[in-house]
């Protein structure tokens, strides 16, 4: 079974530079390189990742997708003088060529291409290669933007042809339009290509017609390019969340990739010359993690742009410690996507909805209109008067600020007597219990009759202990084989309330009795997917109605990016509790998806409630709470129904008010 992080980086990719002035092209130096790799280092991870050497690409990889005409161009600038190069660079834009461009470049693109073969034959899951020069803007016939070969390009093409794939995911996060990957696979439905990029309306670089979210793709392939442009700077956190969860993740999982590739720039990221945005570094934790559960875990990152090097530097740590499997840094700040961000997102979607299952019903939305909400405008102003050293000081504070504890746990289990689960690594069975009187006195919302039953008591005992544990952040999730849902989600909620924690996020999958009775007057959110539900719903106890026809591919993920996650990242909550009843309408993998991505929030401290009649589904969420390998299997999936979308839309009208992640689709 695949497992493990793989980190591909050489120091000969610093051997080039920028010969003489030009200060279009000053700010992608060698030390990019160095100072990503140190703080890696700093934060102990490259040691906890397999180094995977670099190679250089054969001339037969680099004409994949460029022509031999442009091959012979670059080797031919190995022998050439200072005057040479510089000639050479002005015949294309925004690049420059140096004595060691070649070799730096087939070590990049080598590199890449080590890493895509050490994923697809399962030596490692997941990796991210540190490399440059950069590729996602160079073609056919032309080096462009500080490229010289399309490493993400020509590696879907590599994959497709050596592996047989049929579907590869390109995820541009860089902050410019990756125009060379566009043109490249525009009329290939086998690579769906997202590129989301500052565009001002076409007045930022490289001012393309074509980078507009109406450019969709051609003949075969259209449908399969996904433009987002950012007509405003100072997009931030929730922008990109939302961009992710209204565009990006919904065709991605409709679209079923074998492998991700990420064109990983970070000049989209805070502090940037460049992007002129407002990410910070953990957002691209939070990217990395919901891309990681396409494809079966297989994500390939491949370093792309990126000019602030703290923030660089800080956020690809952040990519290759979610790579690992850590826990996730929690997004601070308000989460209003701002209303051009919702403009775009709004004008992508319409644009692709002839193309997408899952956008069939964007008309349905109860009209939203985005020019009406005077509210979430943003730091562009602050954007206006760029000064580096202000994101400097503004960056330590930050880092400094974010917790990193990996707790000594992964996930604990309480587990019925004689109950055989084969238990993954990083998972411990809880023997310990509490006391009679220390449950009793911990159950004084529930009636005296339920804690009679000596199996009751015995796990209520023993998740009170858990419950500590998660509390102290000794485990990072858990899991409780329960003879009743409902009386111990209603006694772990009780217990958290009483904790210094905030923010509770509660969710609950099919029937819970008593549940439904316990009154919630806003302390914390609770989320109900059920087959049935009563009338009465507030923006904090939230009834969803969703089913699921079994025997069929599903559909979940639709309403887990147009609601349910949407709504958990708004929250933020510090803790999250998730329930199943009786009578669920959701399948045992929708519940695995559903886990795997909330584990990006609140730490990833979940506490799991199934009933202890259930062991099948305990067996299958154990694994995802542990983060055993190769357990990410969530597609295909199919279209939603109409009558599962409509029960939704009617909900989300009531809500979205109050929950400003949620606003997306067209009015
Ligand atoms: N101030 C990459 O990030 N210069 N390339 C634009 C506008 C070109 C970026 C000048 C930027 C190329 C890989
Ligand atoms: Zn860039």
């Known amino acids: 079974m695949a497992c493990g992080t793989a980190l591909v980086y050489d120091e000969e990719m610093m051997s080039y530079k920028l010969l003489w002035d030009d200060p279009e092209c000053s700010i992608e130096v060698p030390e990019r390189l160095s100072s990503s790799y140190k703080r890696l280092q700093d934060y102990d991870l490259v040691k906890r990742c397999i180094q995977l050497p670099v190679r250089e690409a054969t001339d037969e990889e680099i004409t994949l997708v460029h022509s031999h005409d442009y091959l012979q161009v670059v080797k031919s600038t190995q022998t050439m003088n200072e005057k040479e190069l510089k000639e050479i660079s002005q015949k294309y834009t925004a690049?420059?060529?140096?004595?060691?461009?070649?070799?730096?470049a087939k070590l990049s693109l080598g590199g890449t291409l080590q890493l895509v073969d050490a994923i697809l034959t399962r030596e490692v899951q997941n990796g991210m290669a540190i490399v440059r020069p950069p590729g996602h803007h160079s073609q056919r016939n032309q080096g462009n933007g500080f490229c010289v070969f399309n490493n993400v390009a020509i590696a879907a093409e590599y994959a497709k042809k050596k592996y047989k794939l049929e579907r590869i995911l390109i995820v541009d996060w860089d902050v410019h339009h990756g125009q060379g990957i566009q043109y490249i696979f525009e009329e290939d439905p086998s690579v769906l290509y997202f590129s989301w990029h500052r565009y001002e309306h076409k007045t930022f670089w490289p001012y393309l017609r074509e980078s507009d979210y109406d450019v969709i793709g051609r003949g075969k392939g259209t449908?399969?390019?996904?433009?987002?442009?950012?007509?405003?700077?100072?997009?931030?956190?929730?922008?990109?969340?939302?961009?992710?969860?209204?565009?990006?993740?919904p065709l991605a999982f409709e679209f079923n990739p074998e492998l991700v590739l990420v064109s990983a720039g970070y000049d989209s990221a805070i502090g940037d010359p460049e992007g002129r945005m407002c990410a910070t570094p953990e957002c691209f934790s939070h990217l990395t993690n919901m891309l990681m559960n396409l494809a079966g875990g297989k994500l390939c990152a491949v370093l792309e742009g990126g000019y602030n090097l703290r923030s660089l530097a800080e956020s690809?740590?952040?990519?290759?410690?979610?790579l690992l499997g850590d826990p996730l840094p929690r997004l601070t700040g308000e989460m209003t996507p701002c209303h051009s961000a919702l403009e775009s997102i709004q004008n992508v979607r319409a644009a692709h909805t002839p193309y997408w299952k899952c956008l069939l019903y964007n008309e349905i939305k109860s009209a939203h209109d985005p020019s009406s909400e005077g509210d979430s405008q943003h730091s562009s102003d602050q954007q206006q008067n760029f000064d580096t050293a202000m994101f400097d000081i503004f960056l330590d504070s930050h880092m400094k600020?974010?917790?990193?504890?990996?707790?000594?746990?992964?996930?604990?289990?309480?587990?019925?007597?004689?109950?055989?689960?084969?238990?993954?690594?990083?998972?411990?069975?809880?023997?310990?219990?509490?006391?009679?009187?220390?449950?009793?006195?911990?159950?004084?919302?529930?009636?005296?009759?339920?804690?009679e039953k000596e199996t009751m008591l015995a796990t209520l005992g023993k998740m009170l202990v858990i419950l500590n544990k998660l509390l102290e952040y000794q485990t990072m999730n858990s899991i409780v084989l329960s003879p009743d849902s409902s009386v111990c989600a209603t006694f772990a909620i009780k217990h958290v309330l009483a904790s210094p924690v905030k923010r509770l996020l509660c969710i609950n999958i099919g029937d819970l009795g008593i549940l439904h009775e316990f009154d919630n007057d806003g302390e914390y959110v609770c989320l109900n997917i059920c087959g049935t539900y009563p009338t009465g719903m507030s923006n904090r106890q939230i009834y969803l109605k969703w089913t699921e026809s079994p025997n069929e591919y599903s559909s979940f993920f639709y309403i887990i990016f147009?609601?349910?996650?949407?709504?958990?990242?708004?929250?933020?909550?510090?803790?999250?509790?998730?329930?199943?009843?009786?009578?669920?309408?959701?399948?045992?993998?929708?519940?695995?998806?559903?886990?795997?991505?909330?584990?990006?929030?609140?730490?990833?401290?979940?506490?799991?409630?199934?009933?202890?009649?259930?062991?099948k589904l305990g067996?299958?969420?154990?694994?995802?709470?542990?983060?055993?390998?190769?357990?990410?299997?969530?597609?295909?999936?199919?279209?939603?129904?109409?009558?599962?979308?409509?029960?939704?839309?009617?909900?989300?009208?009531?809500?979205?008010?109050?929950w400003k992640m949620l606003q997306c689709s067209a009015s």
């Open 316 to 322: 690809v740590c952040m990519t290759v410690r979610t």
């Open 401 to 451: 600020k974010i917790e990193f504890a990996v707790p000594p746990l992964r996930t604990c289990a309480v587990l019925p007597e004689g109950c055989c689960l084969a238990l993954p690594d990083g998972v411990l069975v809880e023997e310990k219990t509490a006391t009679r009187e220390h449950i009793i006195a911990c159950s004084s919302s529930l009636p005296n009759e339920l804690l």
């Open 562 to 615: 147009c609601c349910i996650l949407p709504l958990a990242y708004n929250y933020q909550p510090d803790f999250i509790i998730i329930t199943t009843g009786s009578n669920r309408t959701i399948g045992d993998k929708d519940i695995s998806l559903l886990i795997s991505l909330l584990q990006g929030l609140a730490n990833g401290r979940i506490l799991t409630i199934i009933p202890e009649t259930e062991p």
């Open 223 to 249: 449908g399969f390019n996904i433009n987002l442009p950012w007509n405003k700077v100072g997009m931030g956190n929730a922008d990109y969340i939302a961009a992710f969860f209204h565009v990006l993740l």
């Open 95 to 104: 690049v420059f060529y140096h004595q060691n461009s070649f070799r730096c």
């Open 619 to 658: 067996q299958k969420l154990v694994k995802c709470l542990s983060d055993s390998p190769g357990e990410k299997h969530f597609g295909p999936h199919r279209a939603p129904s109409l009558e599962n979308i409509q029960n939704l839309k009617e909900k989300l009208d009531i809500i979205e008010k109050e």
